[in-house]
């Protein structure tokens, strides 16, 4: 048992940090050897068993990141921005693969953890899931054999206490299109339209969001062309394939060289 990969799950109180310690326990590729929740947490310092009502499990949830992440062999992350630039740089003094699905980062955020990278392996990813990935994949090859008289739009929807806006998903998914499309996303997204905006500008990736309820995760990409339309599209209906993609994610980068990979890179995609 203590030759599975050690797993540290950051932001243990969450939604997702739940999820994520859940899918580790059911494993039988990896083993749950710590859990990190921000300082003065009321998690801190108690057994993280009892904080679930799920009985003693002999990890007790910690607010020190290097003495948590010191001997682990990865750390899943789906926090918040500043929360995980900053575990990035603990990642890489202490050589632990640094799971990311943090979604939200400014340009400044991915220049400091493509710093870190060269510490230890980050995997960074807008989404986690085997779908979308392929998702990706087929959206850069339609936008690639689709010439400008075909609009591209981004469409998705999530719950109503999701922060960021558009999806990191939804960037991804536009990233990918403007990949095909052979342009940068920065020059050509259209991420607000409100009021007289005037007519769409030819060869633009708009992006639309809706927030509300319970949704897990919904995307569409559509191609709107003269007397056609193609729409590709990703419904996510249970929170566990993101964190069993995370996992999956860990166990891949075990002996990898330190770098930023995606989940294209796990999946061979």
């Known amino acids: 048992m203590s030759e599975l990969p050690g797993i540290v799950v950051t932001g243990a109180s969450g939604r997702m940090g739940r999820m994520l310690i859940e899918t580790v326990r059911a494993s ?10 921000r300082p003065g947490h009321d998690w801190v ?67 400091a953890i493509a710093d870190s990278a060269r510490g230890t392996v980050i995997i960074r990813a ?4 085997l779908g979308v990935n392929l998702l990706t994949v087929l959206v850069k090859k339609v936008a690639a054999a689709l010439d400008e008289d075909y609009d591209i739009e981004v469409v998705e929807a999530h719950h109503n206490r999701k922060v960021d806006a558009p999806s990191g998903t939804a960037l991804m998914l ?32 708009g992006f639309a969001v809706i927030r509300g309820g319970g949704i897990v995760g919904e995307h569409d990409v559509i191609f709107a062309g003269p007397g056609e339309r193609l729409t590709l599209r990703h419904v996510a209906d249970d929170r566990s394939l993101f964190s069993k993609g995370a996992l999956r994610a860990a166990l891949w980068a075990q002996g990898k060289d330190a770098g930023e990979y995606s989940m294209l890179d796990v999946l061979g995609l």
């Open 28 to 37: 039988d590729k990896a083993r749950l050897t710590g859990a990190l929740e």
């Open 126 to 129: 807008g989404n986690m899931s």
């Open 174 to 205: 536009g990233e990918a299109a403007a990949e095909g499309r052979g342009v940068k996303l920065a020059d050509v997204a259209d991420r607000g339209r409100d009021g007289i905006t005037g007519a769409r500008k030819s060869g633009d990736i």
């Open 45 to 111: 310092g108690k057994d993280l068993g009892l904080c679930l009502g799920a009985g003693e499990l002999g990890v007790i949830v910690s607010d020190d990141a290097p003495a948590t992440l010191t001997g682990a062999d990865a750390v899943l992350d789906f926090t918040a921005p500043s929360a995980t630039v900053a575990l990035a740089k603990v990642a890489a003094t202490t050589g632990t693969a640094h799971i990311i699905g943090t979604t939200g980062f400014t340009d400044d955020d991915l220049a």
